[in-house]
């Protein structure tokens, strides 16, 4: 029972540089969702996919892009990584949008951007 | 707009100790409302919900009552272990694709 899977776990990056975070759910969910998580700030959404092929910004989109691949996939890239973007991000999906539909998150990836 | 506000922490208990852990939330209309936990070097787990007003969630020994009357909803315990210990996070829901978490509450409890 995998649920969300994120890769890689831990990512050094130089400023500049570019990645992609991997994200794959086998929970059949619909929608999915890229957050990251700062000391004290709690998560804040980056971007989310309401269903197969639709994205959308959330609270802090700039420095970001993000596509759905296929209804399991959902893969973040920074093109130009700047050491702002250092921080654990975690990829989430849930059955459906909506207010009532808790989240499964994924183990996390942790950034740093030297 | 929409946000949660949870107590500081660190909390630190004794094993068997009683657990609060406040969250108030600001919202308009009527929110959904969770908790989460996340274990260390793990994602977030849903520990808990309520969808209305008075709803009570509970999971593990940990309950949570929607008081609309006070925007609150905090998460107690009777009686923790030290397996209990993991930064909570109180979070709402209010329209589609909108989920906002609170900083985290990290508790540790001692044998």
């Known amino acids: 029972n995998a649920g969300v899977t994120q890769t890689p776990k831990f990512q050094v990056l130089k400023t500049g540089q570019s990645m992609t975070l991997q994200c794959a759910q086998d929970m059949n969910h619909n929608s999915m969702y890229w957050y990251r998580q700062d000391p004290g700030m709690g998560l804040r959404l980056i971007y989310y996919s309401a269903s197969e092929g639709t994205t959308d910004k959330g609270e802090v989109p700039n420095g970001y892009n993000v596509s759905r691949l296929n209804k399991r996939e959902f893969s973040l890239r920074l093109e130009s990584a700047a050491p702002s973007q250092t921080s654990v991000y975690f990829c989430a999906s849930s059955e459906a949008t909506g207010p009532n539909y808790g989240y499964t998150f994924g183990s996390g990836t942790r950034l740093t951007v030297v | ?111």
């Open chain 2, 1 to 111: 707009g929409n946000s949660v506000t949870q107590m500081e922490g660190p909390v630190t208990l004794s094993e068997e100790a009683f657990l609060t852990i406040n969250c108030t939330y600001t919202a308009t209309g009527y929110p959904s409302l969770f908790w989460y936990v996340q274990y260390p070097g793990e994602g977030l787990q849903l520990l808990l919900k309520a969808t209305k007003a008075d709803d009570k969630g509970s999971n593990k020994g940990f309950e949570a009552t929607y008081r609309k009357e006070t925007t609150s909803f905090h998460l107690e315990k009777g009686s923790v272990q030290v397996s209990d210990s993991a930064v909570y996070f109180c979070a709402l829901s209010r329209v589609n694709n909108d989920m906002r978490f609170g900083a985290g509450t990290r508790l540790t409890v001692k044998p």
